[in-house]
């Protein structure tokens, strides 16, 4: 496995599992939502999302320390934003899957002749 800016194949699929393993939770997916339509400060997370205050601040902990939102002061509060917006676009997308219809079917089996 060659190096990409400075990392071999494997650290980069790592890193993206790090990434992954970072959003694995309904309230950090909304969260990101959220956060890609611009900032928002702690209380205004807990009334879009409906959910506790000490909930949405141990879920921001998480996405900050996995490089996802930063904070920046506003006042008395911290406004958080996504870092950039590649992820927004993955939560999006995921989003959009999960949303699909699902059909249930048996792979068709290619035969050689």
Do not use: F, K, N
């Not at 992954?20 to 997370?45: D, F, K, M």
């Amino acid at each position: 496995m060659g190096r990409v800016d400075g990392r071999t194949a494997y650290e980069t699929y790592e890193a993206a599992g790090e990434l992954l393993r970072a959003l694995a939770s309904p309230i950090r997916l909304a969260i990101v939502t959220e956060l890609a339509t611009g900032q928002r400060c702690v209380h205004e997370l807990v009334d879009a999302l409906g959910v506790a205050q000490p909930l949405v601040s141990q879920h921001l902990r998480v996405l900050r320390g996995a490089g996802v939102v930063w904070g920046a002061r506003r006042g008395r509060e911290i406004a958080y934003s996504l870092v950039d917006e590649h992820v927004a676009h993955i939560v999006a997308d995921a989003v959009s899957h999960a949303r699909e219809p699902r059909t249930i079917e048996a792979p068709t089996e290619v035969t050689a002749r």
